[in-house]
Structures are given as structure tokens and as C-alpha cells.
């Protein structure tokens, strides 16, 4: 079926979802089709998929749209049932990734927010970040360190790094760091294990382009408020 | 497994989320002991189960704690492999089951946020609820008509059951309907398909019982304001 299938992922460069979808693809050795979006003109193709929310990514499988990017992630490691697994096939341990990868998004769409308004993140986010700290460390690592040498990332990695892999760029253009190492060590070296992984710098836009259309975005969003 | 195993729900009568809990160990035919909480009170067990929300429902399942209501249905449906299965075995079908179920979650929380208030639904909300009556009856339904005759209600049912099932006690409390069968009709139909379940019946509590409930949380509402 992976051979013969057609595959095809809308995208945009630089969105951390469609991001979610290219790993995925590329962690299960799944050849595809890249269409680069331009979302201020979005395709006719994207507008017909994606009807509800017109959004990237997209993925099209033997004609078929799966929208949404975590679903998209579920959707790959169904349809395509050879290893490596996105997930763990242990429904409990499948309970857990699900638990903390919604976690970590609600976590971002608030750090998110605040970045928007170029506010810091209040002690209250950061404080929900210290419990994902914590606990995702003692119930799903054993208090180790994450290590890629003998596995593939999965679900919650790509989760993880597509919401915080980018906190160098975040710093670089705000000039202050969402999370840093000493309060978050467990999770900083959980994103730097990640940054080693091949398919994983695949897939991760250059900084410096990154950079260049987040000042593109702020003149834009200051030339509509002036 | 089913028989031997021990299933414990950690639920309070009136929670739309624990219901959904509820509806899917009733549907899969699982024996469990329930326990119910007193949220103003809870328990200490809930609280060790469930540290990070605090929230019902927990499901306790050979002593390990699945909590989040969607990734119980999840769970359920992967811990007991018997049929009926709760999300259909199709990656792509299953796909759109959770676009839809995330989808009517969206929207009930925007609903929800206007009954505290006690404001009538946006027309913008109306409008995202016209994209699931046509969209939904369309791709899951092939524009016919829902029916439980031959089949157990699934993932999407408990979803969709969870969040508008109540309509009439929100029409009787609130003095409007949120939805209603003329701007609504598939969607409308499919609840009152659901509510002749005998599964569905089993778990929904008396309409009597949650408006004098939403009565009393009204007036310590008001006690807390004055």
C-alpha cells in the first residue's frame, strides 16, 4: 500500500503544523508530493480539501483530504502500519501520549498568545509548563533521559518540537527565552535529543528565513494598525 | 480481559463528560463500579488519580488512571477489542470521526461560554453549526437519515450526545432553544435517533434533576456576585 499510494501534503515552510505532517511522513519513510501553500492565496485545491477551516496542512491519500494536524499524525501511523510506530500500541501508554501531547498544545496556544501581544509568559503559564516538567519525566521517561539513538520519534516528539522547538528563534526576534534550561531541564534536553535526529533537521525551516518573515509579519501587522 | 479486569469511573451525576465515560463502558458492555464525586469536596483518590486537571471523569482501570474524557472513549474502545468498536477500523472514516467530534467540541464551547452568560448564541456560532448539519449528513451520512436499529452508537454519537443532548433542559432554564429542528433538522434527528437508545437512556440524568441544579449553581452564582 505505501508503495503504490498517492500522497500528496499541502503545506506552508514555515507552519509548525504542517511541520507535524512532513515529520510524520518522513519518520515512516512515506514518499509524497509537497505543495507549498501561499496562504494569503490559497489554492483552489486547499479551499476544496479543507472547506471548514482552510488551513494547511493538508494531506491527500488516493484522493482522500485528512485535515487537522494531529489527526493527520494519527491518520499516517494507521494507514501505513509498518514501523516505525507513531504511537505505542499499548492502549494505556497510547492514553498517555494523547493526555500529555493535548497538554503541551494547550500550553502553547496560551505561550502563543502571549508572544502575539510580545508579552512575557506569566508565572502561571510556567508553572503549567514546570507539571508538564515533572510529570511527563517520571511517567513516561522513568526519570531518564530522552534518547533517539535506538528509536524514531514519535507522536508526542513531534507534538513537543513542533510547539517548542523553536525557542532559539522565539528568543532571537523577542529577545527573551518562552522556556530556559535551568527551570525546564528535562524538557530542553528532550528538544535537543530531538535536534540531532536527521529526519527531524529534514524537516526544520533555516532560523534565519524564519526570522526574516516573522519582521515581514510584524511591519505587515504594524501597517495595518498605523 | 473484559471479565476479570477491574474498572473503576470516577464521575458526578450530571457532568455531559463523564457521560460520555459512561455511554461507552454501557455500549461496549463493560461491568465497572462507579464512584461519584462531590466536586466541591473531592475525593482524595481523584485527586491522586487525576493531579494535573482534578477534573471528572477518571477512569480507573487495573489501577491505572485514564483521565480526559475523549481519550477514555479512545481507550475504551482500544483496551476491549470486542465489538461494537466505538471508532469505525477505516483510518480514513475513523479520521473523520474525530475531525467532526473536535469540531462539535469547538462549537459547544463557544456555546457553552454564551449560556453562562446567559446570552443567546452568536449568529456566527449559528453559522458554524449550519457547516455540521450539512457537511456532517453529507460525509458520514450520505444524506440519509441516523438510526441506531442495527448499529451501536459510536465515538461521534457519544460526542455529539454529550454536548446538544440536553437542548431541552437548556430551552427550559434558559428560556431558548440553542439549536433547534428547523435550522437544524439532521442534526436534530440524529439526537432524537439517539435518545430512543436504550444505552443512551440508561445514563442520561432527569431533566428535573440537572434544572434544579443548574437552579441552586444560579443562585450561589449570585450569592457569589452580590
Not at 506569566?122 to 531518564?144: Q, W
Given at each position: 500500500m505505501a508503495e503504490k499510494s498517492s500522497v500528496t501534503l499541502h503545506g506552508m515552510w514555515a507552519s509548525p503544523f504542517a511541520l507535524r505532517a512532513k515529520l510524520a511522513l518522513k519518520i515512516k519513510g512515506i514518499e509524497y508530493e509537497y505543495i507549498e501553500e501561499d496562504l494569503q492565496n490559497k489554492s483552489e485545491l486547499l479551499l476544496q480539501y479543507n472547506?471548514?477551516?482552510?488551513?494547511?496542512p493538508v494531506l491527500v491519500h488516493n484522493g482522500l483530504p485528512i485535515t487537522e494536524s494531529l489527526i493527520i499524525v494519527e491518520y499516517i501511523d494507521e494507514a501505513w502500519?509498518?514501523?516505525?510506530?507513531?504511537?505505542?500500541?499499548d492502549p494505556y501508554l497510547k492514553a498517555k501520549h494523547r493526555f500529555w501531547a493535548a497538554y503541551l498544545q494547550q500550553i502553547a496556544e496560551i505561550l502563543g498568545k502571549a508572544l502575539i501581544t510580545e508579552s512575557k509568559p506569566s508565572e502561571d503559564m510556567m508553572k503549567k509548563m514546570d507539571v508538564a516538567e515533572e510529570l511527563i519525566k517520571a511517567e513516561l521517561f522513568h526519570n531518564g533521559c530522552p534518547s533517539f539513538e535506538d528509536a524514531k520519534p514519535g507522536y508526542l516528539d513531534i507534538v513537543l518540537y513542533s510547539l517548542l522547538g523553536s525557542s532559539d528563534v522565539a528568543e532571537e526576534f523577542?529577545?527573551?527565552?518562552?522556556?530556559?534550561a535551568e527551570r525546564y531541564p528535562f524538557l530542553s534536553s528532550w528538544i535537543n535529543a530531538l535536534k540531532e535526529v536527521p529526519e527531524v533537521q529534514d524537516v526544520t525551516p533555516p532560523k534565519d528565513k524564519v526570522i526574516e518573515l516573522l519582521h515581514a509579519m510584524r511591519q505587515s501587522y504594524l501597517h495595518t494598525k498605523a
Amino acid at each position: 500500500m505505501a508503495e503504490k499510494s498517492s500522497v500528496t501534503l499541502h503545506g506552508m515552510w514555515a507552519s509548525p503544523f504542517a511541520l507535524r505532517a512532513k515529520l510524520a511522513l518522513k519518520i515512516k519513510g512515506i514518499e509524497y508530493e509537497y505543495i507549498e501553500e501561499d496562504l494569503q492565496n490559497k489554492s483552489e485545491l486547499l479551499l476544496q480539501y479543507n472547506p471548514v477551516h482552510k488551513k494547511v496542512p493538508v494531506l491527500v491519500h488516493n484522493g482522500l483530504p485528512i485535515t487537522e494536524s494531529l489527526i493527520i499524525v494519527e491518520y499516517i501511523d494507521e494507514a501505513w502500519t509498518e514501523p516505525p510506530h507513531l504511537l505505542p500500541k499499548d492502549p494505556y501508554l497510547k492514553a498517555k501520549h494523547r493526555f500529555w501531547a493535548a497538554y503541551l498544545q494547550q500550553i502553547a496556544e496560551i505561550l502563543g498568545k502571549a508572544l502575539i501581544t510580545e508579552s512575557k509568559p506569566s508565572e502561571d503559564m510556567m508553572k503549567k509548563m514546570d507539571v508538564a516538567e515533572e510529570l511527563i519525566k517520571a511517567e513516561l521517561f522513568h526519570n531518564g533521559c530522552p534518547s533517539f539513538e535506538d528509536a524514531k520519534p514519535g507522536y508526542l516528539d513531534i507534538v513537543l518540537y513542533s510547539l517548542l522547538g523553536s525557542s532559539d528563534v522565539a528568543e532571537e526576534f523577542f529577545g527573551f527565552r518562552p522556556f530556559n534550561a535551568e527551570r525546564y531541564p528535562f524538557l530542553s534536553s528532550w528538544i535537543n535529543a530531538l535536534k540531532e535526529v536527521p529526519e527531524v533537521q529534514d524537516v526544520t525551516p533555516p532560523k534565519d528565513k524564519v526570522i526574516e518573515l516573522l519582521h515581514a509579519m510584524r511591519q505587515s501587522y504594524l501597517h495595518t494598525k498605523a
